[in-house]
């Protein structure tokens, strides 16, 4: 059997830009186009970028009960998401530790969608939901284009009546090219853009016109990957792949905290009751180590895994890094020792082609204020 079993229609799309479909989260996937990824990395930073993201997993959770269920399961208390709004959410199992982050969208009153990743959620919320009023469906027809960049909505304005006035982690029941669609502004990038939640049968119509049409306007089609350097300047987790379930500690199994990943804002005010929520907030203060960035000398961007030192002691692990083209600026997303994880600590990167000087440096590089992907009108 195959490690895919999940299917993009746009999947000869991807071959014919020169991707092999490598596989993520159970479906064939674009990692690699036959092109520069800074061609793609700058596109989004300054015009937009299209990518297929349809690897996320959509559930859909209807019933009496699904408000109730996505409260036990979730960090976020669900009461204060109406219809037309999402918000980030993480999950963690009993030891308190992230299992899974997701975004939960409210459709309807008792109709809801939660979008994860490569984590644990779609069985977190099985397990949930034993005993209870609510219809779990899994949906791989549902498609997810990502119009990311400046001029994303000047695109979709066009088409969209309404797609200026649509705020931050909402989304709208609408058309676009005659085909029906969910838009919801929201993305990985760090840059004001939409989703398009689309069916299979009319991901491809879509996926084509916007890039044709688009084309004047430097709209470009942009492999998968191409996200690892928009995160690490934006701080964007991705699970595992800044988790010790890949870089696992000496003495313990995996699982780390949200203090440790700096995703504790994900938890609402005062909200109990959900799982792990006594030893999460019991687990405060006793951080093994800290989410920070590391900010290098010179152009060499971090290896994958490039162990972290400080006066010659191992301090950490880099798990995402990159060269910026636009900024000039190698940087990265680290693992740090506590006591490493703050501003201006000299480090050194040790890279197999040799060292590197390197600061630590506090996350997000780019717009920490969140300007670009909140910006109005």
Request: glycine share 10%; proline share 5%.
């Amino acid at each position: 059997m195959t490690a895919s079993w999940r299917f993009s229609t746009l999947a000869d799309r991807h071959r014919a830009l020169g991707s092999k479909l490598e596989d993520w989260s159970g479906m064939g996937t674009a990692w690699t186009y036959d092109k520069d990824a800074d061609e793609e990395y700058v596109a989004i930073r300054t015009k937009a970028g299209l990518m297929d993201v349809s690897g996320l997993k959509k559930v859909h959770i209807t019933g009496p009960h699904a408000a109730h269920l996505i409260d036990l399961v979730t960090t976020r208390d669900v009461e204060k998401i109406y219809p037309g709004k999402s918000a980030y959410a993480c999950m963690l199992n009993e030891a308190g530790k992230f299992t899974d982050d997701c975004i939960i969208y409210r459709i309807s009153p008792n109709s809801w969608m939660v979008v994860h990743g490569s984590g644990t959620g779609h069985e977190e919320l099985q397990r949930a939901s034993v005993g209870r009023d609510v219809s779990l469906r899994f949906d791989d027809n549902l498609h997810d284009l990502s119009l990311q960049g400046p001029t994303a909505v000047d695109y979709l304005a066009k088409h969209v009546p309404g797609i200026r006035d649509l705020n931050y982690f909402h989304h709208m029941q609408t058309q676009l090219f005659g085909l029906p669609v969910m838009i919801s502004r929201t993305g990985y990038t760090g840059e004001r853009g939409y989703e398009i939640f689309c069916r299979g049968q009319d991901a491809g119509t879509i996926w084509d016109r916007i890039l044709d049409e688009g084309k004047s306007a430097g709209i470009i089609p942009c492999r998968f990957t191409t996200l690892d350097m928009l995160r690490v300047e934006s701080y964007l987790l991705f699970y595992p792949y800044d988790n010790s379930q890949k870089y696992p500690f000496d003495n313990e199994g995996p699982g780390d905290t949200l203090w440790e990943l700096g995703l504790d804002f994900t938890v609402s005010p005062g909200k109990t009751g959900f799982r792990g929520a006594e030893e999460h907030y019991r687990l405060k203060g006793k951080e093994r180590f800290k989410i920070y960035g590391v900010l290098l000398d010179g152009k060499e961007p971090a290896d994958e895994g490039a162990p972290v030192y400080r006066d010659g002691k191992k301090v950490g692990v880099v798990t995402c890094a990159m060269y910026s083209p636009l900024v000039k600026k190698s940087m990265g997303i680290a693992r740090l020792d506590v006591d490493c994880a703050i501003k201006d600590t000299k480090l050194e990167i040790r890279n197999k082609s040799g060292s590197i000087k390197a600061t630590a440096q506090p996350l997000p590089f780019d717009d920490p204020k969140k300007t670009k992907r909140t910006a109005k009108g």
